[in-house]
């Protein structure tokens, strides 16, 4: 009668399950850092050496399309100029001074963003011109 001394015990590595996991990961991060755009609209914004850092409740963004205007409140396509008074009036209802970053690109006339900012001045609300830094 032949008695056997403990079992042998495999010493390979089986890399299969990490490569699943590496790949949920990647996958992960690519579908997560394309979410995370702020700011979808490409706008060439004015330069300036003045950089406030104040915190803004909402954006109105203006974006010259060659052949007009277009107007966005965040990211939502407004239409007129009286889209944006709707929007805003919604979004900043009951708010303590509310304020607004005005993105615009560079082509875009002043007129356009003087019609935001009376808005602004006729509802109370702070307006902040956004830039790039120079």
Do not use: W
């Amino acid at each position: 009668m032949a008695i056997k001394h403990g079992s042998k015990v495999d010493k390979s590595f089986s890399a299969s399950s990490m490569t699943d996991l590496m790949f949920l990961l990647l996958l992960f991060l690519l579908i997560a850092t394309t979410l995370i755009n702020p700011n979808a609209l490409k706008l060439m914004l004015p330069k300036s050496s003045n950089q406030l850092k104040d915190k803004a409740m909402t954006t109105v963004s203006i974006q010259d399309t060659g052949h007009g205007y277009r107007y966005y409140v965040e990211l939502q396509d407004v239409g007129s100029i009286e889209g944006v008074e709707r929007a805003l009036s919604t979004r900043l209802e009951g708010q303590e001074e509310p304020t607004v970053s005005l993105h615009c690109d560079k082509t875009v006339a002043v007129d356009e963003v003087v019609k935001v900012m009376n808005i602004a001045k006729d509802n109370k609300y702070k307006l902040i011109l956004a830039t790039t830094p120079r």
